[in-house]
């Protein structure tokens, strides 16, 4: 049974004010929502449509409160990861299993890519985040960068080479050397002849660039097409087995170094709760 005098006592305010409030929604309506016969109080058929109609605004309305909080909560949402090819050889996929173990029911969506379409990709918005190598070149406005680490380079070569011997390569042993040298650069435009800091310039007209995978460019260094020069997260784990020797280069004190960068404003509330896992 429907009675303004109920209702008003369920809201704690006076019965003349829910009248009132009725009375305004007619009018701002231009329809008459209640019919009063006999001292009784019933819908007509456009309260009817009223009355239903909130009732459904009212619903999906708790339900995307529920939702929101779901997801500041982390139990809920989506989470776009891009990482660099071979980093999965680095602690990035016991983050991900971690944050995967914690918040099940968060989708992750983890794209693997390049080092320059990682960064365009990132700026356009279409990854949360993105585990990337830390780089001059690759500059990221109103982003926030945590270090993940920093790794010393080695050269890679056959058990028989003549370098396969030394506990540390020099860069003077490797100037007459053909280098076969794991590069994001390779493709971009003006960047062919930028130094590479962890080579003397003067090792740069020896060498063979390429963005291949670790894989490839280990199978080239199988096969005599030269000596490879790459970072330590490069070679935590190859997925091959190859007979080959790493020896460590003296880069002069440099070292790659590998970044996780992210929205400095917290776009996707998510993302604070994937940081405490890495």
């Known amino acids: 049974t429907l009675s303004f005098s109920e209702a008003s006592k369920q809201l704690f305010i006076s019965q003349s004010a829910v009248t009132q409030q009725i009375r305004n929604l007619e009018q701002e309506l231009g329809v008459t929502?209640?019919?009063?016969?006999?001292r009784r109080l019933t819908l007509t058929d456009a309260g009817r449509v009223f009355a239903g109609e909130a009732r459904g605004i009212i619903a999906r309305t708790e339900d995307a409160v529920e939702r929101v909080r779901a997801v500041q909560n982390g139990k809920t949402g989506t989470l776009d990861v891009g990482y660099l090819k071979n980093i999965e050889m680095s602690r990035f996929p016991k983050s991900v299993q971690?944050?995967?173990?914690?918040y099940p029911g968060v989708n992750l969506n983890l794209s693997r890519d390049n080092a320059i379409e990682l960064r365009s990709k990132f700026l356009s918005g279409k990854y949360d985040l993105i585990f990337q190598v830390e780089h001059e070149m690759l500059s990221y406005p109103g982003a926030a960068c945590r270090q993940?680490?920093?790794?010393?380079?080695?050269?890679?070569?056959?058990?028989?080479?003549?370098?396969?011997?030394?506990?540390?390569?020099?860069?003077?042993?490797l100037k007459e050397v053909p280098l076969i040298i794991h590069d994001f650069q390779r493709g971009v435009p003006g960047t062919a002849q930028l130094p590479r800091r962890y080579l003397d310039p003067e090792l740069m007209g020896n060498s063979i660039i390429t963005?291949?995978?670790?894989?490839?460019?280990?199978?080239?260094?199988?096969?005599?097409?030269?000596?490879?020069?790459l970072p330590e997260f490069d070679l935590f784990k190859p997925q091959i087995n190859l007979n080959?020797?790493?020896?460590?280069?003296?880069?002069?004190?440099?070292?790659?170094?590998?970044c996780l960068y992210y929205a400095a404003d917290y776009a996707n509330p998510l993302i604070p709760l994937f940081l405490e896992e890495v």
Do not use: C, W
Request: charged share 25%; hydrophobic share 40%.
């Open 98 to 102: 971690s944050f995967h173990e914690k």
């Open 148 to 173: 993940l680490g920093k790794y010393d380079y080695y050269v890679v070569v056959p058990p028989k080479h003549p370098l396969a011997a030394r506990e540390r390569v020099k860069q003077s042993d």
């Open 33 to 38: 929502l209640f019919a009063r016969k006999n």
């Open 211 to 229: 963005d291949d995978d670790t894989e490839t460019i280990l199978l080239m260094v199988a096969a005599g097409a030269g000596v490879a020069v």
């Open 244 to 258: 080959l020797v790493y020896l460590p280069l003296d880069t002069h004190g440099y070292q790659a170094s590998l």
